[in-house]
């Protein structure tokens, strides 16, 4: 179970939105390299990484930031926010980037993250937005006809590195992940699941060690772990322990 703290991206700032809406952003820090260094001493394997700007946008609009994170950075960087074309894809991994989420372009050209996850396998994730059971696209503000798990099962077997699905009516308000949905999902697919929106507590990390959440591959962490909810070395001590309890112990993402 890997925890993925969250850097959201707004104008070149770290922020964190309410159900995604971008008139209701909290700063947190205006130097997004010195969050993504102090991640790092606290111990956080992966960060995980998201151009709001871009995602409505459609092409990525924090890229300086995102430099800043990756020069700062000793720990692998997921990437996700206006990537909708094969050349933003080969831009961020040839910077640096160590996975690209693709999350509209999922909806509307699924072919193109085949073709991603065919030409640079493992480094492709797929994520799934979910407002009132659909998939929702363009930065949270449109929702498509499509449930998570009929998205998720389109990208079975092309190689896909990981599912991210998010909970839109839980981001952002500290209520709690949604863990009865995510591991729907997680067990009508074979890829890896990452649970996110809504953890809330050192309570919601005690949750993710029950058995059940097992088929989980990790947790987005975001609001709780700015507002000091969450205590980073505590919540990765207790995920740790439970790792080395667990039989057998998930390591699809490394």
Sequence with gaps: MILFPAIDLKEGRCVRLV????AQATVFNDDPGDQAARFVAQGFGWLHVVDLDGAFAGRPMNGRAVDDILARSTVPVQLGGGIRDMRTVEGWLAKGVQRVIIGTAAVRDPDFVREAARLHPGRIAVGI????????V??????????AEELGRRFEDVGVAALIYTDIARDGILTGLNVPMTLALARAVSIPVIASGGLASMADI????????????????????????IDPAEALAVLAASARTAEPPDTRLG
């Design 138 to 147: 363009e930065g949270w503000a449109a929702t498509a006809s499509l449930t």
């Design 206 to 229: 005690e949750r993710l060690t029950q058995p059940d959440c097992r088929d989980l591959a990790g947790a987005i962490t975001g609001r709780a772990l700015y507002d000091g909810r």
């Design 19 to 22: 159900q995604g809406d971008m």
């Design 129 to 136: 937005d979910a407002k009132n059971g659909r998939v929702a």
